[in-house]
């Protein structure tokens, strides 16, 4: 059995999708978030409990996003639809990440956050990711899409090196690279070799 016959039922049954229901469902990791923080299950250090949690979640919005152009391609799930919901709510989780570090981690005191910056050099790998995502959020709508034309595919080719310094960013912020690290590492450069792989004439 192929796997378009394989995927057709499902691709069938997510036409029936709307796509509100994605950015609701994109909602519920936040209710998460603010569950565990309001129920005391959040972690001993509440600030970093929140901060992790929301950066944990941007990453899996962000490579769930990459993965939607191989999933059509290889797997014959077609979610391309979604996609536009998912980067959206890829973009609003790091900046709620990057939110939580300002508010939280640093209480808003400017000074105490450059110096944190000097003292965390892979800060500035994460705000290079969340500076390069802010253009593809704003022309994420159809009205850039036809007034950009071929060059709103070129801009949203950011898409790559944002999400690689996000990457880079969450492995450098530990001390060792754990196995779930190596793994996010592992399924980041196995699409990126799919997208950027020579094509055959
Ligand atoms: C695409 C952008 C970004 C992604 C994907 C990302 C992702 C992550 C992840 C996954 C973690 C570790 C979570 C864990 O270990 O459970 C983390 C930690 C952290 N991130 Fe980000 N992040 C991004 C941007 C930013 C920005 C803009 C800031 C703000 C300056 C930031 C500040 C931090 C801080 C302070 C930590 C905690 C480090 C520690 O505990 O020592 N991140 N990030």
Redesign the pocket.
Known sequence: MSTASLSAPLNTALRRVPTWLVYLAGLIPLGWVIWLTLSGGIGVDPV?GI??RL??I??WF?IGGLAITPARRFLSLNLIRYRRAVGLLAFFY?AL??VA?AVL?MGMLWAQAASDLIKRPY?FF??S??VL?IPLALTSNNASIRKLGANWRRLHWLVYP?VGL?VI??LW?MKVISLQGWVWLAVFSALIAVRFRPRRR
Request: proline share 0%; net charge neutral; glycine share 12%.
């Open positions: 970093k901060e992790h950066g944990k941007a990453l962000l790091v990440h990057l570090w981690d800060l994460g705000i990711a969340f995502l944002a996000g960013h969450y912020q």
